[in-house]
């Protein structure tokens, strides 16, 4: 891995905005990105309290920060103060990449580009495939937006509440007029006749996330069907017991760290202006990840 860079009085400072991101991966995984170039910048973890986002804001403009990511529970709380919005932050209602530009802040959601482009490295073209996403969450709300922006033939979203996919799938419909967006509850029937309905089988839940990693959102008495892929937003552990099960039955998986890596690698080059070093950051994620166990944060 790449040496990093001493601090200097010309240091370009960017970092992550939540509450807690003691445990966040992005900092290793961005100073790793810019040691890596030689660029003389850093990527600090910025504890911000849910009544001082206002404040924290106007402290990295005031500070000269170039952007920083924004994480929960911040990434509809900034909305209001952004100068500009991309069409995916807008239309998903969240937040999580904000760059500093003139004095503006511009605000965008790189979690849904960061999904396909988890999806196209595991060659997996969402373009005419049926879905399902479980949960129906911010997580979610990205990934149904990245789905029908591919050109997903439907989505079903599947949640606990259906009330909340209702909400989620009526919200993102008039983005996406002629993309299937349906919902239903996340139950045991609902997922044991999915098998010929399905193609891709997402899970934007953090069920299975450390430390409860014997948790799962697919129940283990219904059978995960081999022809389906399944992919897990949850990155820690990186093969969940959800994934574990799919493999089991043989269907193919992608897991979440993928997609951690390019909504980073997007905000990078926001940033930057330069294209990302991938393979450095996966590295400095996989690294942090077997030094010892953390939550996750972004």
Known sequence: ?????????????????????????????????????????????????PDDVEQALKGLAALNFVGTNVTVPHKQAVMRYMDELSQAARITGAVNTIHLQDGKFYG?????????????????????????VLGAGGAARAVVFALARAGADSVIVLNRTAERGAFLVDDLAAAFPGSHLTFAALTLES??????????????????????????????????????IFCDLVYNPLETVFLARARAAGAATIDGLGMLVHQGAYAFEKWTGQPAPIEVMRQACLTNLKGGDKEISD
């Open 108 to 132: 965008y959601n790189t979690d849904a580009i960061g999904f396909l482009n988890s999806l196209k490295e595991a060659n997996c073209d969402p373009k005419g495939l049926r879905a399902a």
């Open 191 to 228: 997922l044991a006749v999915l098998d010929e309905k399905i193609d891709l089988v997402v899970n934007s839940t953090s069920v299975g996330m450390h430390p409860h990693i014997d948790a799962s959102p697919w129940p283990a008495d219904v059978p995960m069907p081999a022809r389906v």
């Open 1 to 49: 891995m790449a040496k990093l860079q001493s601090l200097t009085g010309k240091t370009s400072l960017v970092g992550v905005m939540g509450w807690p991101v003691a445990h966040s991966l992005s900092p290793a995984m961005h100073n790793a990105a810019f040691a890596e170039l030689g660029l003389d910048w850093a990527y600090v973890p910025l504890p911000v309290r």
